[in-house]
C-alpha cells in the first residue's frame, strides 16, 4: 500500500468519503488511488475556490468533514477565499495540499512556494508529511483536528504519495466540550436582573435545540435573542422559534444593541462591524458603553449551554412558535419585496438556502419566517464567491433535500463554474441569480464611508460599481455549462419557473431581473 492508498483509506474507514478536488501532476497518485479505494466519492470542480466552499456547504450540512485536494501553493491560494468562509463558519474540513516530492524541493521549481505559511492564514492544524508510513496516523490526526471546527491541511510531498509502506491510521474520538458551571451562573445572574439583556446566538446554538432554549429563557424573563449577522446554520420555518439577525450596517446594529447592560454569548463572538466608518454612530465595537459581556459557550457546545441554562432559569417554560403562513404568489414587475414573497410563497418543505444574495435578498428572512422549516446557510467570513459552491457541498450532503441558492449577480461570477459541477454530478439545486446590474452593497457602502451619494459622483466612479457594458447574460453562461436556465421579470413568471425547477431533478437557474 503507498501513501495515497493509505490516506484515502484512512479518510473513508472514519468517515471522510466525499472529496471535492482539483487536482494537479503532484497529486497523480491520489487520483489513482480512487479505483483502489472506491468508497471515496471524488467530485471534480473547475477551480479551487469551488472545492473549497463545496466542502464548506457540505460539513455544514452533514455535520462532519470532507476532504479537498488542491495542487501546491498556487492551488490553496486560489482556494483561500473560502477557506476563509470556512474558518469564520468554524466547520470541519480536511484539506490536502499537494507538494513537489521532496528530494525535488531544493530546486525551486516553478511552482515552488511556502504552502505551510498561507496554509496557517486559514487552518487550525498545520502538518507536513515526511514518510508513506506516517500518513495514515497524520491523516488520522487532521481527521481529529477538524472535529474541533477548523480546517485541518495535511502537506502532502509526491514522493510521500507514491512510495510504499502507507499504513491506515483510526481517529479517536474527540469529546463534547463541558458547560462551564460558572460562565452559567454570570448568564443566570445577568438573566434574573431588571436589566435590559440580550443573548446573542451562533455556532450550534443557532439549530433549533439552541433556539428553542434561547426562546424559552426569553419568554421567561423578558430577555432578547438575536442571531449573528451570518450564522453558518440556522434552522427556521414552522416549528423552529423565530430570531432576527443582528442587523449587518454598523449603525442599526448599535441602535438594535443600543441599552443593553447585559449580552450574553452563545456560540456568537462578541460583535464588531465589519467595516471602520467616519460616522460616529457607525462604531466598530458594538457592545454599548457600560454593558458587561457574558461569554457563555464558544461554538461548539453553545446548544448545550443554552439548554442547561434554560433548565434553571425557565423551568417548564414552553419556546413560543411563530404561526405556519405564506404569502400569496403576487404580481407585476420583480423586486425585491416581490421576489421575497413569491419564495416564501413555494419554498419546498425540508429546503436547504444558500444564500449569498446580499442586497437584493434583503427581504427574503422576514418573508420567508412562517414558511415550511429550512435551514438556511450564509457568508460567514463575508469573502463573496461562496454561494454557488456551497450549494454544491449542500446538496452532496443532503441529496433528499432540494437546495435553493440565492445568489448576487456580482458576487455569482466570481465561482460561476461552480455550475458545471452541478451539471455534471446532477444535484437538485435550484439557483435564483439576483440580477440588478450593479454592485448594490458597494454602492451603499459609497455613501456610508462619507464620499457621497453614488448618482453624485462621476462616471470613473460610478463606473465601478456597474456590471454592465456589456451586460451579464447568465442564462447563456448557464447554459454553456449544461444547466438548464431562463430569464424572468415579472413575479408570474418566476412562481412558473420556480414551480418547474422545484418538480424536475437536477439544476435550474433563473435569472431574475430586479427594478433598482
Request: hydrophobic share 50%; charged share 15%; glycine share 10%.
Amino acid at each position: 500500500m503507498n501513501g495515497a492508498q493509505a490516506l484515502l483509506t484512512t479518510f473513508v474507514d472514519n468517515g471522510v468519503d466525499v472529496c471535492f478536488a482539483n487536482p494537479g501532476t503532484s497529486e497523480m497518485h491520489f487520483v489513482a488511488a480512487l479505483d483502489d479505494v472506491t468508497s471515496m466519492r471524488a467530485v471534480l470542480a473547475l477551480f479551487e475556490g469551488v472545492a473549497t466552499g463545496a466542502a464548506d456547504g457540505y460539513a455544514r450540512m452533514a455535520g462532519r468533514p470532507a476532504a479537498v485536494l488542491l495542487h501546491l501553493g498556487p492551488g490553496l491560494g486560489n482556494g483561500l477565499a473560502n477557506l476563509h468562509n470556512a474558518r469564520r463558519a468554524h466547520v470541519p474540513m480536511v484539506t490536502v495540499v499537494g507538494d513537489h516530492a521532496i528530494h525535488h524541493k531544493r530546486f525551486d521549481a516553478p511552482l515552488e512556494s511556502d504552502i505551510d505559511a498561507v496554509a496557517a492564514t486559514v487552518s487550525g492544524w498545520v502538518h507536513r508529511c515526511m514518510r508513506p508510513g506516517d500518513v495514515g496516523a497524520d491523516a488520522a490526526a487532521a481527521i481529529r483536528a477538524s472535529g474541533r471546527g477548523e480546517i485541518a491541511t495535511l502537506i502532502l510531498p509526491a514522493d510521500v504519495s507514491w512510495s510504499d509502506g502507507g499504513v491506515p491510521g483510526t481517529v479517536s474520538p474527540l469529546p463534547d466540550p463541558a458547560v462551564d458551571a460558572d460562565a452559567v451562573r454570570a448568564a443566570s445572574a445577568a438573566l434574573r436582573s431588571a436589566d435590559r439583556t440580550v443573548i446573542l446566538v451562533g455556532g450550534d446554538a443557532t439549530r433549533r435545540a439552541g433556539l428553542t432554549a434561547a426562546a424559552r429563557l426569553a419568554e421567561a424573563t423578558g430577555a432578547e435573542v438575536l442571531c449573528e449577522t451570518f450564522p453558518t446554520r440556522l434552522e427556521r420555518g414552522a416549528g423552529v422559534p423565530a430570531v432576527p439577525r443582528l442587523i449587518y450596517f454598523a449603525k442599526f446594529a448599535a441602535q438594535q444593541l443600543a441599552g443593553t447592560t447585559h449580552l450574553i454569548l452563545a456560540g456568537a463572538r462578541s460583535p464588531v462591524s465589519f467595516f471602520a466608518y467616519p460616522d460616529p454612530e457607525s462604531p466598530s465595537d458594538l457592545v454599548p458603553a457600560g454593558c458587561t459581556v457574558h461569554p457563555l459557550a464558544g461554538p461548539r457546545g453553545a446548544a448545550a449551554a443554552l439548554q442547561q441554562l434554560a433548565d434553571e432559569v425557565a423551568p417548564g417554560i414552553v419556546a413560543p412558535l411563530p404561526d405556519v403562513a405564506r404569502p400569496a404568489v403576487p404580481t407585476g414587475a420583480l423586486d425585491a419585496a416581490s421576489l421575497a414573497a413569491t419564495v416564501a410563497a413555494l419554498l419546498p418543505e425540508n429546503a436547504v438556502i444558500v444564500d449569498e444574495s446580499n442586497t437584493a435578498g434583503a427581504a427574503v428572512p422576514e418573508a420567508t419566517a412562517g414558511a415550511p422549516a429550512h435551514d438556511v446557510l450564509t457568508l460567514t467570513g463575508g469573502a463573496i464567491g461562496y454561494g454557488m459552491p456551497a450549494a454544491v457541498g449542500a446538496a452532496v450532503a443532503v441529496p433528499d433535500r432540494p437546495v435553493l441558492s440565492l445568489q448576487a449577480d456580482g458576487s455569482a461570477m466570481y465561482t460561476i463554474s461552480a455550475l458545471w459541477t452541478q451539471a455534471r454530478e446532477g444535484l437538485d439545486i435550484t439557483t435564483i441569480v439576483l440580477n440588478n446590474g450593479a454592485y448594490q452593497i458597494l454602492r451603499w457602502e459609497l455613501a456610508n464611508v462619507g464620499v457621497a451619494e453614488p448618482h453624485t459622483r462621476g462616471r470613473r466612479v460610478t463606473d465601478l460599481l456597474d456590471l454592465g457594458n456589456p451586460d451579464l447574460d447568465f442564462v447563456k453562461i448557464a447554459e454553456g455549462m449544461g444547466v438548464p436556465a431562463r430569464r424572468v421579470s415579472t413575479a408570474e413568471d418566476l412562481a412558473a419557473a420556480l414551480r418547474e425547477a422545484f418538480t424536475e431533478p437536477g439544476p435550474h437557474l433563473i435569472e431574475a431581473i430586479l427594478r433598482a
